[in-house]
């Protein structure tokens, strides 16, 4: 498994290194379309403030709580090392299909990846890595109109320290190494820039999204479908809102502020906050980002292993929205 992970991550880094590259490996002219058969540009928008969402990013948490505290002493006044997490991601567009007229419009079919590693900062000691891989068919209509519909695998293991050290926490907690949680989502997803219609350009700043999951149980052509260990859990939601403002000048770049919120049947629907802004270096306009930012987060743990258990954190950030 270890040995699969490093590959990916290696193909993943490879990748990332042409994501500001918007064309394609190969386009076919169909009548009055496009199509495009492998390239790095998605018809949908990348989430800032998802803590799950698909991206390259390197982020050091400082955590304020966790139910989880390996022997670190954090909820009684003590010394935590905190966590640095290393979150290689890529998404790939398998085959788009645009107007050759409007090539901004259309639908495309993508596959994403990403592979966060949870580490203890100070020693880098694994605590867990997560494997986060979807299938998505979105489409473009208007420009300011993103739709999406996708099917989310999420896997996740307990890292090396698990198995040889003792956890101190407010909750007792066996670390299982056999537990490995697993899930396989059907997502449907909206993303609205509803001021894009009505003003200038260089105020098209916002962005709205929603998304709506829900597990299906059976199988399909891309395997079994899993919902472990809560079969009966099926419903997630999520919402978030964005802004941008790009300076006049391109070279000095921008501002950036996102605010997401999530809720799974798992947790009984309890509230996930996540919120982050920050400088956006200069690039065109909506393009592929990069971003340096500040984070805070409460809710449930985004190590998947621990889906059950809350923490809290506040995190400094660098990312690429791929």
């Not at 006044?77 to 998404?91: F, H, M």
Request: aromatic residues 16%; charged residues 20%.
């Amino acid at each position: 498994m270890k040995k699969t992970y490093t590959i990916l991550i290696l193909f993943i880094f490879t990748a990332n290194l042409f994501s500001q590259d918007t064309t394609s490996l190969f386009k076919i002219p169909i009548k009055n379309w496009n199509a495009q058969i492998i390239g790095l540009s998605q018809f949908y928008p990348t989430y800032l403030a998802d803590p799950l969402e698909i991206r390259f990013e390197a982020s050091s948490r400082n955590i304020h709580y966790s139910d989880v505290d390996l022997d670190d002493n954090v909820n009684n006044d003590g010394t935590y090392k905190g966590r640095l997490v290393i979150n290689p991601g890529v998404k790939i567009s398998l085959f788009r299909f645009s107007p050759k007229d409007k090539p901004n419009l259309g639908v495309d079919v993508a596959l994403g990846v990403t592979i966060p590693a949870f580490m203890r900062s100070g020693n880098n000691d694994l605590v867990g890595m997560d494997g986060i891989f979807y299938f998505a068919i979105s489409g473009k209509p208007f420009n300011w109109l993103s739709l999406r519909f996708s099917k989310h695998h999420y896997c996740t293991h307990i890292g090396d320290e698990f198995p040889t050290i003792g956890v101190r926490s407010p909750i007792d907690y066996d670390p299982n190494i056999s537990q490995l949680p697993v899930r396989d989502d059907m997502v449907i997803s909206v993303a609205v820039k509803p001021l894009q219609p009505f003003v200038h350009p260089k105020w098209d700043i916002l962005q709205v999204y929603t998304d709506i999951g829900f597990f299906l149980p059976g199988g399909d052509f891309l395997g079994t479908r899993q919902n472990k260990p809560n079969q009966g859990a099926y419903m997630h939601y999520q919402g978030g809102i964005e802004l941008e403002y790009y300076f006049p000048n391109k070279y000095i770049g921008g501002l950036f502020l996102a605010g997401n919120v999530s809720a799974y049947q798992n947790n009984a629907f309890a509230p996930n906050i996540s919120v982050m802004g920050g400088y956006i270096f200069p690039q065109d306009r909506f393009k592929k980002r990069l971003r340096i930012g500040y984070q805070y987060y409460n809710g449930r743990k985004t190590e998947n292993q621990f889906y059950n258990r809350k923490e809290k954190y506040t995190a400094l950030f660098i990312a690429i929205d791929v």
